[in-house]
Structure formats: structure tokens, C-alpha cells
């Protein structure tokens, strides 16, 4: 459930909003307004631009389309010229790890709502199933 993040006042709410990379443009919430129109708009156009320049165009880096998504979501979230940014928690909303034996300790630690499988783990069968018996542990949440 996730649900609470939508009970806070934003046009767009990510990750990794203040780790000085790149926001991840697969994760974020958003809702409707026209601000989030002029940001779609924006990045469609950012984005050609990259392409265009070969930004971002080599594959297993950061993509044109992240590149973009993060230039324009950090500059609005210092700025506050049109877009209302909220930067959200990646351990709760996109928790993500390179590191298959980091990510099962940290299930348990942060009991994320949104886990992204990040190098292709999901092929390595033996590190899903330690994953899938973590997060047996974690309490389910019960409603009435």
C-alpha cells in the first residue's frame, strides 16, 4: 500500500532526490496537473536533445531518458519554478542495490513498498529465492 505518499502536496514525488546522481525516472509518483504537463512536454524535448547530441545513448549507462527526467526534476526541486518536487525515501519507495547480499539484509531493515530489481537479478534464481523468503518475513499489513 502505498497510498500515504499521495496524502502529501506535490505535482511530482521521487527518488534519490539528494544523493547527488540521478533521480530514477522509472519510480515516481505524480499528480495530474498542468504543471505535470509542462514537465511531460519538457522532457519529451530534453530528451530528443540528448539523443540528438549522443548523450546517454550508450547502452548499460545512465539513458538520455534519466539524464533528462533528473536535470529537469533537480532544477524544479532547487528552483520551484512551475513543478512542485517531493523527494520521497528510495529504502520505502525504490529500494535498489547492486549488491544481491546487501539487498536481502536491507528487505528486512526497511521493509520497502517498492523493490527494483536492479542488473538483471531477477535471472539468479538462488539470490530470488532468498529474496522471496525475506520478504516472507516482513509482517503483512491487515486491513478490516
Not at 511530482?12 to 509518483?29: L, Y
Not at 498542468?34 to 530534453?46: E, I, P, T
Amino acid at each position: 500500500d502505498i497510498s500515504e505518499v499521495f496524502n502529501k502536496e506535490f505535482d511530482i514525488a521521487c527518488t534519490r532526490m539528494n544523493e547527488g546522481t540521478t533521480s530514477n525516472s522509472g519510480v515516481f509518483f505524480c499528480h495530474r496537473s498542468s504543471a505535470l504537463d509542462v514537465f511531460a512536454d519538457r522532457w519529451m524535448r530534453l530528451q530528443k536533445e540528448k539523443w540528438n547530441k549522443g548523450i546517454g545513448t550508450t547502452k548499460h549507462n545512465q539513458s538520455y531518458q534519466q539524464i533528462s527526467y533528473s536535470e529537469i526534476i533537480h532544477s524544479e526541486y532547487k528552483n520551484k519554478t512551475y513543478l512542485n518536487v517531493l523527494p520521497v525515501s528510495k529504502n520505502k519507495y525504490n529500494y535498489e542495490s547492486n549488491d544481491p547480499q546487501t539487498w536481502i539484509r536491507d528487505i528486512a531493515f526497511y521493509k520497502p513498498k517498492i523493490l527494483h530489481l536492479k542488473g538483471r537479478m531477477f535471472r539468479d534464481t538462488a539470490h530470488m529465492q532468498k529474496m522471496y523468503n525475506e520478504l516472507k518475513n516482513v509482517p503483512a499489513r491487515h486491513t478490516n
